[in-house]
């Protein structure tokens, strides 16, 4: 596909801790009669979140827009546009589930920076960091080339996967049982990570497969090619082989539900 580069490009981003900024507003996720609780705490925040019992994600009818060549300012429209889908799906999820919700911040960047998570990730196009809940979203020369609306919109739903996780109290059980682990079990916790946040992209894309639009022959070669090469830009196996995420962003497309997307109770064989 001549959509290769920018695959690539948008497909080596899957960052482990977190960078980002648009205010970041506080949205109550209840309406005036469900109970908004605190986010849970301890190993059940990460294997049965209330999140997982919410049903299909909802649909936000995301219509970014075209993404035309060379326009930074048309790419930077369209990365808030998307944010602002993310939003709207993610809100509503959270008012279903009986959690507080705040939206991350959105900062889009030229050039690479510090961010309050420490320096930039080789390779990555976008991070999360859940210091200041902000995503950091790289626009690169070889973006503005060849723009690919579903690649960059996986790559937020990504990112956005993570402050997910962070809000809802998932990473709360994540980051306190990294710093009690070996490296072996650190690397592990990692992959079930990443692999949950890149199973919510799937879910996300599943949803808004009619108005975005996403084209089921670019799907299916985004996923091929992450089975092919997904683990190619790591140093380490902390994101999961190829294959392993292919499987994780088919089960959350397939489902279109968070409860798919359970990657911290299964067997360590799905998360290898």
């Not at 909802?58 to 048309?74: F, I, M, Q, Y």
């Not at 705040?102 to 210091?131: E, M, Q």
């Not at 916790?189 to 996300?204: D, H, K, P, W």
């Amino acid at each position: 596909m001549r959509k290769l580069s920018s695959l690539v490009a948008a497909g080596l981003v899957l960052a482990l801790a977190g960078v980002g900024t648009a205010q970041a507003d506080a949205e109550p996720a209840n309406q005036g009669q469900q109970q908004v609780v605190a986010p849970p705490r301890g190993k059940a925040a990460a294997t049965a979140n209330p999140l997982y019992r919410t049903g299909r994600l909802a649909d936000s009818h995301c219509s970014p827009g075209s993404l035309p060549r060379g326009s930074t300012s048309a790419y930077k429209r369209f990365l808030q546009r998307v944010t602002n889908c993310l939003n709207s799906s993610w809100s509503s999820q959270f008012r279903k589930a009986g959690l507080s919700f705040s939206k991350p911040r959105l900062r889009i960047i030229t050039k690479k920076v510090r961010t309050p998570c420490g320096p930039w990730s080789t390779g990555a196009d976008g991070i999360y960091c859940s210091t200041d809940r902000t995503m950091y979203m790289l626009i690169t020369r070889t973006q503005l080339r060849q723009p690919f609306a579903l690649g960059i919109t996986r790559l937020m739903a990504h990112e956005y996967g993570h402050h997910v996780q962070n809000v809802s109290g998932i990473w709360g059980y994540y980051w306190s049982a990294r710093y009690s682990s070996g490296k072996s079990m650190q690397l592990q916790l990692s992959r079930r990570s990443e692999l949950q946040a890149e199973c919510f992209s799937s879910v996300f894309m599943s949803t808004i497969q009619d108005s975005l639009p996403v084209d089921q022959a670019e799907w299916d070669y985004t996923v091929d090619w992450f089975r092919k090469n997904g683990a190619k830009g790591w140093p380490q196996n902390d994101h999961g082989r190829g294959p392993t995420q292919a499987a994780w962003m088919k089960r959350g497309f397939g489902s279109g539900s968070p409860g798919s997307c359970n990657t911290w109770k299964v067997s360590s064989r799905y998360v290898s």
